[in-house]
């Protein structure tokens, strides 16, 4: 039997990559590269009905053991994709022993000791050298699945039926695109696709993504008196003029944030892309207006012949507001985590999972750690001891929920 280590040390070493530039799904032919990989070992762990779809969507069933009664059908979920931060190709993972302090990689990229770290002394961790990403997100989410499915194959105690997706391009949010909600055929779901052990997620970012164009006047400089209106100049203007203390760097916990990620352009026109974040609607909406007062501010000062438009696209909303109508899929996963000996902690999301989106369309999908720390980022590292736990909590959930009926109507989630 694998353990989920070994596992992932497999993955890790398969270049995943998601793309924003490309319109298609899955937005990277590498995708599929691991999405074989799983459906070969899915297949020889006799999951006969695992294949990988046109679009890069692994699905497959590992059915109940419990002849004599209905069950419910519980999808456990991780994605393909890694993020394109920093270069997922050549990985080169490596595990040490933690002995507290700074981590050195071998390239000269210090992982930098945090309050967290000095309670896991002792543990081990997968690190990179410090020139990639490591890919824990999400491909521990993946080898904790596929350990837990082993596990669940070896053993003759009651579970219920499982039902396993591995998504492309979460990381673009693009993960749920083409997920047949219907065919996947689950009551309940979750993600695995969180950080610390013991971290358990009912809430997330509301997403909104906001497109500012600006369209100036351009003339020769020599002659630009009362003439010329620099696009990208009153656009600055107007990134400067958003809040401070409303941005990604100094915000945590449950506070909003403005991100501004992209900007471009010239004098004639300038355009900025910006992440808008919050966990309830009257957060959201003063994000909104905050964009919208700034624009309006500097629109009145530089001229008529000015002109910007705002664009607003929702994105994803709060998993929360819907997982309140199904809360016993949060009070399992809390018993699973201390099943396994952890201290649940239910911990808001900044940000977003596949499990958001699947929430939203009727699929109640609460998310859950996978040991992984500073994701995005060449310094990201597994705790192998928090994932080992993370493969036993799915282990638990199986257990839990054969001893559950399958809800009356689904649909009403």
């Not at 991780?78 to 050549?90: E, K, Q, V």
């Amino acid at each position: 039997m694998k353990t989920p280590l070994e596992r992932f040390l497999k993955y890790a070493r398969i270049e995943t990559t998601s793309s924003e530039e490309t319109t298609t799904t899955p937005s990277t032919d590498c995708q599929f590269d691991l999405a074989r990989v799983l459906v070969d070992e899915l297949l020889e762990l006799g999951l006969s009905d695992a294949y990988v779809d046109e679009h890069c969507y692994v699905t497959a069933t590992l059915p109940t053991n419990v002849a004599d009664r209905r069950v419910p059908t519980i999808g456990f979920i991780a994605h393909l994709d890694a993020s394109c931060a920093a270069s997922d190709a050549n990985v080169k993972p490596r595990v040490i022993e933690y002995q507290g302090g700074d981590v050195k990689l071998e390239n000269g990229v210090v992982i930098a000791e945090t309050e967290d770290m000095k309670t896991l002394v002792g543990d081990h961790f997968v690190v990179t050298d410090g020139s990639t990403l490591l890919g824990a997100d999400d491909k521990a989410g993946i080898a904790a699945i596929m350990s837990a499915l082993e596990r669940l194959i070896a053993s003759d105690e009651p579970r219920a039926n499982i039902r396993v997706c591995f998504t492309p391009d979460e990381e673009i949010g693009n993960g749920t695109a083409f997920f047949d909600l219907e065919r996947f055929g689950a009551d309940y779901a979750y993600t695995v696709d969180g950080g610390p052990g013991g971290e358990i997620y009912g809430e997330t970012f509301t997403a909104d993504k906001a497109v500012v164009v600006a369209k100036g006047v351009d003339v020769h400089p020599g002659e630009a008196k009362s003439t010329m209106i620099n696009a990208s100049r009153a656009l600055a203007r107007i990134v400067a003029a958003l809040p401070l203390d409303r941005t990604p760097e100094e915000t945590e916990g449950r506070e909003p944030f403005i991100h501004l990620y992209r900007m471009e352009g010239g004098v004639s026109q300038a355009r900025a892309e910006f992440l808008l974040r919050a966990f309830d609607e009257i957060e959201r909406e003063k994000n909104k207006q905050f964009l919208q007062e700034k624009v309006a501010d500097v629109a009145e000062t530089v001229g008529s012949a000015f002109d910007c438009q705002i664009h607003f696209v929702q994105q994803y909303l709060n998993m929360g507001y819907f997982l309140k109508r199904s809360p016993e899929v949060l009070e399992v996963l809390e018993e699973a985590t201390r099943r396994v000996g952890l201290e649940p902690k239910w911990i808001p999301i900044r940000g977003g999972t596949d499990g958001s989106r699947l929430t939203e369309m009727g699929l109640p999908t609460p998310n859950l750690f996978t040991g992984g720390r500073n994701f995005h980022s060449v310094m990201e590292f597994l705790d192998v001891e928090e994932h080992e736990k993370a493969t036993e909590t799915l282990v638990e959930l199986a257990k839990l929920w054969s001893a559950k009926e399958p809800p009356s109507d689904a649909s009403s989630h």
